[in-house]
Every structure is written in C-alpha cells, then in structure tokens.
C-alpha cells in the first residue's frame, strides 16, 4: 500500500543504490590505501563523556558510536537532525524542509525517551519532552556521542532509551575571524560569521548565523504534481563562548540562543490550496547560559554548574482563530566530584531544578526536582592478557509532583588486546511532562514516571586503523502514558501502556590515509503489549512509525585543498497503525558534498557543494507530511 504523497518512480531500485554506495564505500578506502606514498593514519584515542566520567572507549561497558569534528565537518549538517541521521539504530522524523520539526527516536524509543545534552544543558523540553533538532545547529558541534540503552543512573527522568551528547567547538579550535554564505534549492540563503580570541590563557568566541528558505518544493500526489505551502522559514542564532582558566579551576561559560518564524502547512488531505486564505505561522524561541567551574587534578576532579534555560512557543491559527502560546523557564545547578583510588574511580554529585510553564492551553505549572548519584569503575587484570573493566551506578531521583524514581545499573567490559565483550543491565524512568500533567482538560496531575529494565550484551574490535561493534538490547516498558477517552468520550493522559523492546546494532569504522569509511545496520522490534491477543489487535504488533530495519554508508577524502563526502541511508517500511494494517514503504536517501580550498590573500578559502536527496526520491517519514526532492547547496566561507 502506498501512502499519500508518494509514487513508484523507476530508476535504480532502493536495494540495488543501497549495495552500489556499499560497496562505494568499503572499495575506495581500501584502493586509497594502495596509492604509492600513501600513509596509514590510526585512529586517535577515544575518550566516552556520555556517562559521566571520561572513560576509554575500549573500556566502555556500553554501545557508543561517536562522531568527531572531521566526521561532523564532511556532514555539514545544517540542524543536529541532519548530523544525527543515519547514525546505527537513530532514526530522524522530518515532517518537511528547513525550519520543520525534526525530532528522533533510538531503536524504537520515541524522542522524550531519549535525552539530549549538549555542553551540560538538556535540550528535551520539559514541556512535552521533545527536542526539536531543526532548532539546533549542526555545525557548531565539535564532538557527538550517541549511547544507547538507558541511562537514568546516571542523567536521571528520561534517559529510557538512549542519550545524545554534544560538545560545542571550543574557543581555542576556531579561527581568528571566519564568514560564510550559501544558497541553494527551493529559496535557500544562509549567512554565517563569527570571531574568536585568546588573552592570559583564555580564549573567547561569539558566532551568529541566519538562515531562510521558501520551501515550496513540488511533490507527487497519485501522479499529480503538487507544491507546498506556506513552508517559508526564517531562522537566527547566536553563540557566544568562553573559557577563562585560573591558578586552580577552568571557567568555561556557554551561551546559545535561536528563533524561528515559520509557516505551519500541516498534512497534505489533497484538499484544492487556497493561497489567498490566513496564513497559520508559528514562532519558536529557544536559549540557554551556563557557567561551568573546572578543577582537574590528578586524584580529584570536581566540577560544578549552573543554568538558565527559557522556551516561548507561539502557533497561531487564523483560519479558527487559535493563538496557543505557552512558556518555560528552568533554572538547574549540578556538582560532581570524581576521585581515583588505585584501580577504582569514584563519582558522586547532586543536582537540582525548577521549571514553570505559563500557556494559554495548560494550567500553570511548576516542578522541583533534586537528584543524588554514584558512579563507581574499576579495572583489573585477569592474566593471559585480559583485563576486566566494571562499573555501578545508582541514583536517586526526588520530584515534586509526583515522589521518588530509583535507577540502578551495572556493566561489565572482559577483553584481550583488540577483542572485548560487553554486557550492562539496569533500570530507567520517564517523568510525566508539563503537557499530561496540566492540559486542559485532560491533564492528570496523578500520573505516575514511566518505567523500563534494559539489558545488553556486545562485542567489538579496536585496532589503529580501524573499529567495528555489534550489540544485542533489549527492554521492558511499563506505566507508559497514553491520551485515551473514557466512557463519555473525554481523553486524558493515563499510566496503562505497555511494551518491549529488542533489537542490534552493528558499525565498522576506518580509516586509511586521507580516507574514512563508515558501514552501520540496525534492527529493532518494538512491539506493544497491551491488554491481551484475545482483547486488543495491536498485541504483539510493530509500534507505528518504528521502522524494523535500517542501514547506512558513508565514506569522505580529505586533504589540504579538496575533499568530498558521500553517504547513503536505506529505511526499512513503518507501520502507520497500531494494528500493522497499513505501512509506509522503505526509502534509500543519498547525499553527496564536494569542497576545495584556495588559497588567496593569506586567508582560508573553501567552496562547497552539496547535495541533498542526489535519487531525488520521493518519500515521506510521516503520513502526508511530503519531503523534499533533490536539493542542491552552494557555499562560500573564508577565515583569517
């Protein structure tokens, strides 16, 4: 069954692209490393932040993909959606082109189980839980790590499925100076320009980009051809960042704030579009500052922040005259000290919050929370060559809206040389949002957190030039939260729902000379289990929108002067009811980019091409939410 919004097109079928850019991607690094003079590169050593404590990535007791500042260089992402997509076992729902919601989900766990940290702030928004990534700029990312499995031991509500960690580029790696401009496809124009400086040991930088886009991309309709409307989007951002170090501690303050006005289309019903009708528009503000105190040390560390986080959502709808507006606040504050003691490293820390929503479509609400936690690693030797890595964590968390949440968890790394086995089990939670305790109606202040046990085993290889995982999850949810009626047709949010989870993911990774290669694939069967097979026909059925099987390619050439990337993404079909009646199809999504750097006037140059979408597929992620075709995007930027 083929959904709305898309048509069969000929041309090289799904399967048949996907193994041409895989093999692509394994055949020219390896004809790479065959070129006269040409070096082997190994790769550097890995450090994992996702969990707290700066850990070696041999000794991690979990699946972690990271990306680094070259790998997020050659993406180019213009939102963290793009720079997440592909990634084993992520997948990125888009409902349109630039500016539209992007939001995520990790083997199955929909986005407000998954939370998203970047420099030591939670992007999900206590308001619904989500993290739109369309928000956030790719390209300022130095460092991404994507861990999956649950981790409330160590981040507390939310943390069920996975957790993603940012690091911004730091000062000390931009350029003195640096600009870009860029055009593309459907109305694209972006400028981008910032300044970086060192004085006494610091160094500070302040960035600001604006981007826009008409979007009015055309698209197939049952073989009639169709164009969007009112998708226009404009956006602005502005960085600011500095790190200040002193006799003892490191200062390091972090400032990020984005808007966005934008057209709200909405699905497509085939309905005839009336351009002369009120427009609906939406305006999304989003920023955070945070102070962070530093005081490495060789036996201690210890580490505190504070934050101030504020949200303001506006749609306004003429056409029924709805103007939703709704606004969060946040204030946190966090410490942690780490101490290492012979073969053991030790962490404990607090944190708190207070977080208030005032809307037009909720009662006012507020929340105070307070967590305590406790991390302890430790390495032995095991004799023949092994060595054995464990670690526990416990935390718990205190809210004031609805009690306490308890999270442990347990992980253990067993190897010898490049070989390593892992295994980790544990239990995570997710606190009720804003939106199902206080719409109104329907929001029921008596909900209770959500609860999952988790547990994984893999194994994985680690050599200079090369690395490779495979990992086995699986996991229980419990006290889901649903929006159901009741007798008298009213809908609320209810503790009722159930459902598991189970899957892999595997990914290799190389690098060989000036090339990179990356080969991921993912399953996940997330099926629900509510009621009984006898009461309820969605028993034992795929969740909608969760696609069973994906994998991606990816390969890059970098030098002084020039370079290219290319990346290919194959999606498995989704179901679009809960009764796995009616489903999607798989799509396969190509992306190639070309750059070269000049040199003129003392400067760095560079020129880029990319482009989006290269098939031109016609697909779509969400039912009559059309996405764009084939996008092409051209880049001018310099530095001194």
């Known amino acids: 069954m083929r959904p709305r919004g898309t048509r069969v097109r000929r041309g090289i079928p799904d399967s048949a692209s996907f193994l041409i850019w895989l093999s692509f991607a394994i055949g ?37 993909e990271e990306l680094d500042a ?35 989900s990790v083997h199955g766990a929909s986005a407000e189980r998954v939370v998203v940290v970047q420099d030591g702030i939670r992007l999900n928004s206590p308001q619904h839980g989500l993290t739109d990534l369309s928000l956030w700029d790719g390209r300022g990312v130095g460092k991404a790590e994507v861990a999956r499995g649950g981790y409330s031991a160590m981040y507390g509500a939310d943390a069920m499925g996975g957790v993603i960690y940012l690091e911004s580029l730091s000062s000390k790696d931009r350029p003195p100076f640096w600009f870009s401009t860029e ?28 981007l826009m886009a008409e979007n009015d991309y055309p698209y197939d309709w049952y073989g009639e051809t169709r164009r969007r409307w009112n998708t226009d989007a404009q956006q602005t951002a502005v960085r600011v960042r500095a790190d200040v170090p002193t006799r003892s501690w490191r200062w390091v303050l972090n400032s990020q704030g984005t808007h966005r006005h934008a057209g709200t289309p909405g699905p497509d019903t085939g309905a005839p579009i009336n351009e002369s009708a009120p427009r609906i528009r939406q305006d999304d503000d989003d920023g955070f500052a945070t102070i962070r105190a530093i005081r490495p040390g060789q036996t201690w560390r210890i580490e505190a922040s504070g934050s101030v986080r504020g949200t303001y959502q506006r749609y306004h709808d003429p056409t029924i ?7 969060v606040r946040s204030v946190t504050s966090s410490g942690q000290a780490t101490r290492m003691l012979g073969p053991f490293r030790v962490a404990a820390g607090l944190d708190g919050e207070l977080s208030t929503i005032r809307s037009t479509e909720t009662k006012d609400g507020d929340r105070r929370h307070v967590g305590a936690y406790a991390i302890c690693m430790a390495s032995f030797g095991l004799g023949g060559g092994w060595s054995a890595d464990a670690d526990a964590a416990l935390r718990e968390d205190a809210f004031s809206d609805f009690g306490r949440a308890f999270s442990p968890r347990t992980g253990i790394v067993v190897g010898n040389g490049a070989f390593r086995l892992l295994a980790n089990a544990g239990e995570s939670f997710r606190a009720p949002t804003f939106n199902s305790l206080y719409w109104n109606p329907g929001g029921n202040p008596e909900l209770q957190p959500e609860h999952a046990d988790h547990h994984a085993v893999g194994v994985g290889w680690t050599r200079p030039t090369w690395s490779a995982e495979v990992t086995r999850l699986e996991a229980r949810y419990r006290n889901q939260i649903r929006w159901l009626p009741d007798a008298g047709g009213k809908w609320s949010a209810q503790n009722v729902a159930r459902s598991e989870l189970s899957g892999w993911d595997a990914w290799a990774a190389a690098r060989t000379g000036r090339w990179r290669a990356r080969l991921r694939g993912s399953q996940s069967d997330a099926v629900q289990k509510d009621g009984s097979p006898a009461t309820t026909p969605a028993y034992g059925k795929q969740i909608p929108f969760v696609a069973r099987r994906m994998a991606s390619a990816e390969v890059s050439y970098e030098r002084s002067e020039f370079g290219f990337t290319a990346r290919q993404r194959w999606v498995g079909q989704a179901f679009t009811r809960a009764d796995n009646r009616a489903a999607l199809p798989g799509y396969s999504i190509g992306d190639m980019g070309v750059w070269v750097r000049p040199r003129w006037m003392e400067g760095h140059w560079e020129l880029r091409v990319d482009v989006d979408n290269v098939w031109n597929r016609r697909y779509v992620v969400m039912p009559q939410y059309p996405l764009p075709g084939r996008a092409l995007r051209l880049a001018v930027s310099g530095s001194l």
């Open 28 to 64: 020219l690094p390896l004809a790479g490393s065959l070129q006269a003079g040409e070096a082997s590169a190994s790769l550097p050593p890995s450090v994992v932040r996702a969990l707290r404590i700066e850990t070696p990535r041999t000794s991690v007791s979990a699946s972690v």
């Open 70 to 104: 070259d790998d997020i260089r050659a993406r180019n992402a213009q939102t963290l959606g793009q720079l997440l997509d592909g990634l084993a076992s992520v997948r990125v729902q888009r409902y349109g082109g630039l500016g539209s919601l992007e939001t995520l």
């Open 183 to 210: 055009a593309g496809s459907f109305g694209l124009r972006g400028v981008r320009a910032g300044a970086s400086g060192s004085a006494r040991g610091g160094s500070g930088s302040i960035e600001a980009a604006r």
């Open 321 to 327: 005259d709805i103007d939703s507006r709704h606004r």
